[in-house]
């Protein structure tokens, strides 16, 4: 039998461990490991850029619960995954990354691509390694696996020197086997804490359950659907949140937010940081004197900003609720005694009725509420939401942002955004990964009835730019992916609805005239974005009017190829910039936690 190669042993040490989708782009020495990767039945999916890969795999291991596995070259490909890494760390998000590097033996000569990545990625990951020898290989590969998965999840980095992946062993004894690693223990609660929290829910006069992507990721939506039915408590999802309990279900406050803020005082967050997209726990969002009780797997979570470090329990989501519902016995809130719920509910009517008014409104160019309500409407009657049919990928600041209230979701991890780190770029490698992770031969997902989920992305003009050549990666495994491309020719919104008119201004700019001409926002005029998928063998749409876009949205879902939908949207260059999430610029009070 002839001696293993390096990259023989990793591939078959990534095999060992269960992982069935690499993600990446290869270059030498890499191309070795992927190759045999594939050999072994793992499916390697290429990209075009190392941080869309990077930010697939992340995404990859959020959806399936086990870490994504991406493979990238050294130096340059190290760099450009960072993007990944950061993205990983502040979603928890498990993520793998091996890359190579130079050889050993030429270390600080100046080598190919060379770069020390294991001290510049140290302080970004939660752990960082090279191996010091092939024999070590698989030892060094499954701990940072284990790394990147157990905790709070987040990034293991293994560095690969080029002597490494193309060496051979002479004795294949000597190396040492892979450590499986079994699903991480899930820790609970002490019963005394237990007991203090379920009084003060019971007493509560507006008690609030919010719940966080960290639910969904624990895959903990059976027992949280449990407790909200059996005690009546009003509760809140944050964007990715959405569907651990369904957004149908009458006690979702989600269309009266802000009114559930302002008026809880006690409440419950389930996996979800304190953090800018919760407003911190701040007042004038949140009441100041609300508690909060934070449920979290890390405790560097509990107590932070506004949370309540005396009542935060550091476990498993699913663990602690299932303990709490035992603990609150038959009790459960009176909605109908309630003033918080008597505020609530004709909140979530007046909302909900001038949304439904925004999206009936028909103008050239369109909206939008127009252009989300025809997608919406037709995305329900193709695939029902309780099947759980279709997963959302948005991005782009108002696409993302409008869109997170018009399309419901009533399953788990079928929505993916731009996340906490409010990251622009990652909307085409997300839908890749979703793709992989509920359609792929080897599929991971799970999330409610439907097996194979049609993968759409909403995609601001902005945010698609960032990653666009991703479409080729879709055209070429034959990922059918569907994307509405929101085009209102500029980032947040664009210059002017006629084409003469930005013209005008673009010779401006060509001319150095300071005033009048194109702006810092500012993207090409009606960009055909469609015609990317047409060059990569899939379908492009234009559209302009409700009509169009009802028959490129059927013809889009019922596609076998990528398609692009590219929506002419108004400009909206009269409307203020703003972001509805940005805190305050006011210094806080004295005594604010960190």
Not at 54 to 64: E, I, K, N, P, R
Not at 363 to 380: E, G
Not at 492 to 505: C, F, I, R, T
Not at 559 to 577: D, F, T
Request: hydrophobic residues 40%; proline residues 5%.
């Amino acid at each position: 039998m002839a001696s293993p190669t390096g990259a023989q042993i990793i591939a078959r040490s990534l095999r060992d461990l269960g992982v069935t989708v690499l993600f990446g782009i290869v270059g030498i020495p890499v191309v070795e490991i992927a190759e045999e990767a594939i050999n072994l039945g793992i499916r390697f999916i290429g990209f075009r850029n190392e941080q869309a890969a990077s930010y697939a795999a992340s995404a990859y291991g959020y959806l399936t619960g086990r870490p994504g596995a991406c493979l990238v070259v050294g130096g340059p490909g190290v760099l450009h995954a960072m993007a990944g890494i950061g993205n990983s760390s502040a979603n928890a998000f498990p993520l793998l990354l091996l890359a190579g590097s130079s050889e050993t033996h030429l270390v600080t000569k100046g080598a190919f691509q060379e770069l020390d990545a294991v001290s510049l990625l140290t302080p970004h990951t939660k752990l960082a390694i090279r191996p010091p020898t092939l024999e070590t290989v698989p030892d060094v590969i499954s701990n940072a696996y284990r790394s990147a998965w157990y905790g709070r999840p987040g990034t293991g980095f293994v560095d690969l020197p080029a002597d490494i992946i193309q060496g051979t062993v002479e004795d294949a004894e000597e190396v040492q086997d892979v450590r499986v690693v079994p699903d991480a223990p899930k820790g609970g609660a002490e019963e005394e804490k237990l007991f203090k929290i379920a009084q003060l829910l019971k007493t509560a006069h507006a008690p609030l359950v919010v719940i966080g992507k960290g639910a969904a990721y624990a895959k903990a939506e059976g027992v949280i659907r449990e407790l909200i039915d059996k005690t009546h408590i009003p509760f809140l999802p944050t964007p990715m949140g959405k569907g651990v309990i369904a957004d149908s279900h009458p006690a979702n406050t989600g269309s009266a937010r802000s009114t559930a803020l302002k008026g809880a005082d006690v409440v419950l967050v389930l996996g979800a940081r304190l953090n800018w997209i919760l407003h911190f726990g701040d007042a004038p969002k949140w009441s100041p004197n609300a508690r909060f009780i934070q449920v979290d797997i890390s405790a560097d979570e509990i107590g932070r900003n506004r949370g309540d470090a005396e009542l935060g329990i550091v476990g498993d989501v699913g663990v602690v609720v299932s303990q709490l519902i035992r603990e609150l016995g038959s009790w459960h809130y009176n909605t109908q005694t309630s003033d918080y719920v008597k505020k609530l509910e004709p909140t979530k009517a007046r909302n909900e009725a001038n949304a439904a008014k925004k999206a009936k409104e028909n103008k050239t160019p369109m909206t939008y509420a127009r252009v989300f309500d025809v997608i919406k409407t037709t995305l329900h009657d193709l695939s029902p939401p309780e099947d759980g049919g279709v997963v959302y990928v948005s991005e782009g600041a108002n696409t993302m942002d409008i869109s997170r209230s018009v399309f419901n979701v009533e399953h788990p991890r079928l929505r993916l955004d731009a996340g906490t780190y409010a990251t622009m770029g990652v909307g085409l490698g997300y839908a890749i990964a979703a793709h992989a992770a509920y359609n792929g031969t080897n599929a991971e997902g799970s999330a409610g009835p439907a097996r194979n989920k049609k993968i759409i992305a909403l995609e601001g003009d902005s945010a698609f730019g960032f990653s666009a050549m991703e479409v080729e990666t879709m055209a070429r495994y034959s990922m059918d992916v569907l994307i509405f491309v929101i085009n209102n020719g500029g980032v947040y919104h664009g210059d002017s609805d006629d084409a003469e008119k930005w013209l005008a201004m673009q010779k401006k700019t060509e001319e150095g005239v300071k005033e009048g001409g194109l702006r810092s926002t500012s993207l090409g005029w009606e960009v055909r974005y469609e015609k990317i998928a047409e060059a990569c063998g899939g379908k492009g749409f234009l559209v302009r009017t409700p009509e169009e876009l009802e028959k490129a949205t059927v013809e889009g879902y019922k596609s076998k190829s990528v398609c692009v939908v590219n929506v002419i949207i108004e400009a909206g260059s009269a409307k203020k910039l703003e972001f509805g999430w940005q805190a305050s610029s006011k210094k806080p009070k004295k005594g604010s936690k960190l």
